[in-house]
């Protein structure tokens, strides 16, 4: 059974990092996406980044150039680097993942694993 878990959320003041990791267990897939994902009280769940099997990337557009996603194979890990964070970065964090190829990685709605989530708070 796969199983993901969130860690390394936290509360941090507008400007600060966090770093967010997901440990994947159980998992012997060769063609995947790994998806960090948010979700604010009262908004949509939103895809914030993704990574695939041969290490492609893509970012939401309110994080490009301040979150970095990654993953360690080898330690069954995926990574979520967050910089100068914004009160509008609060949500709760979700890890994901779907077996699929890179065109299934974007839309949340093709995920059908997740984790329990971690809670980012951001204060100004």
């Known amino acids: 059974q796969v199983r993901l878990a969130e860690s390394g959320g936290g509360s941090v003041q507008t400007g600060e990092s966090l770093r967010l990791s997901c440990r994947v267990s159980g998992a012997t897939w060769t063609t995947y996406c790994m998806g960090w994902f948010r979700q604010a009280p009262g908004k949509e769940r939103e895809a914030v980044a993704v990574i695939d099997n041969l290490q492609t990337t893509n970012y939401g557009d309110s994080v490009q150039d301040r979150f970095t996603i990654s993953q360690d194979n080898s330690k069954g890990m995926v990574y979520l680097q967050m910089s100068n964070l914004k009160p509008e970065d609060t949500a709760m964090y979700y890890c994901?993942?779907?077996?699929?190829?890179?065109?299934?990685?974007?839309?949340?709605?093709?995920?059908?694993?997740w984790g329990q989530g971690t809670q980012v708070t951001v204060s100004s």
């Open positions: 994901s993942a779907v077996v699929g190829h890179w065109q299934q990685c974007w839309p949340a709605s093709n995920y059908n694993l």
